[in-house]
């Protein structure tokens, strides 16, 4: 199993940038996926989730900003974010894990290679 998260990049405060994040090697079709970001000198931390039936979950300083979806059909999900600002700045991650839902943990089963994500002030 192998996810590939692409995307990240430099971008103005103010600005967009969409990460895509595409599994293979097994289907996540019944599977929670997320997004987890670590920005330097920090830990870890959850951004946002999609269960196996499109419930969303977002921390709260990334609410109304960013929205993750998926595509079943492409094995695929996606984070768009909008008026990103210079704290968005961090590698951001992409997980699965078999549970449907997401459930306030990092334990995830599967992660990504990390992409970049750069906010100039």
């Known amino acids: 199993v192998q996810l590939q998260a692409s995307g990240g990049g430099l971008v103005q405060t103010g600005g967009s940038l969409k990460l895509s994040c595409a599994a293979s090697?097994?289907?996540?079709?019944?599977?929670?996926l997320a997004w987890f970001r670590q920005a330097p000198g920090k830990d870890r931390e959850f951004v946002s989730a999609?269960?196996?039936?499109?419930?969303?979950d977002y921390t709260d300083s990334v609410k109304g900003r960013f929205t993750i979806s998926r595509d079943n059909a492409k094995n695929t999900v996606y984070l768009q974010m909008n008026s990103l600002k210079p704290e968005d700045t961090a590698v951001y991650y992409c997980a699965a894990d078999s549970r449907l839902y997401y459930l306030s943990d990092q334990r995830f089963s599967w992660w990504g290679q990390g992409t970049q994500a750069t906010v100039s002030s």
């Open positions: 999609i269960s196996y039936n499109d419930r969303t």
């Open positions: 090697g097994r289907t996540f079709r019944n599977s929670i």
